[in-house]
């Protein structure tokens, strides 16, 4: 059964910083697309990282330059490093693998496999 698990949420300061952890059980990082994905109290989820077997990589354009998204296949881990953040980068932040195509996978948001989530809220 695979499960992933993200870690690293918590409650800052704008202009501050925070890493994202996701840990996979019964599941390897190599050969998949995998990413994170936001969602904001009363907004759709919507798509910030993506990283695929080739370690390209692509962001949403309100966290390029400030987010970094990264992986470690032996170790079945990904990252979101996130720094300058914004109160409007408040949200519960998810991981997800097995995203299909990563050249749609912010905008299509599907995925067969969802971390619970871990909430990041940054304060004015």
């Known amino acids: 059964q695979v499960q992933l698990v993200e870690s690293g949420g918590d409650s800052v300061q704008a202009g501050g910083s925070l890493r994202l952890s996701c840990a996979a059980s019964g599941y390897t990082y190599s050969g998949y697309c995998m990413g994170w994905f936001r969602q904001a109290p009363g907004k759709e989820r919507e798509g910030v990282a993506v990283?695929?077997?080739?370690?390209?990589?692509r962001y949403a354009e309100s966290v390029k330059g400030r987010f970094t998204i990264s992986k470690d296949s032996a170790k079945d881990m990904l990252y979101l490093q996130m720094n300058s953040l914004k109160p409007e980068d408040t949200g519960m932040y998810y991981c997800?693998?097995?995203?299909?195509?990563?050249?749609?996978?912010?905008?299509?948001?599907?995925?067969?496999?969802w971390g619970p989530g871990t909430q990041v809220t940054v304060s004015s």
């Open positions: 990283i695929d077997r080739d370690d390209r990589i």
């Open positions: 997800a693998a097995d995203l299909g195509d990563c050249a749609v996978a912010l905008t299509l948001r599907q995925a067969n496999y």
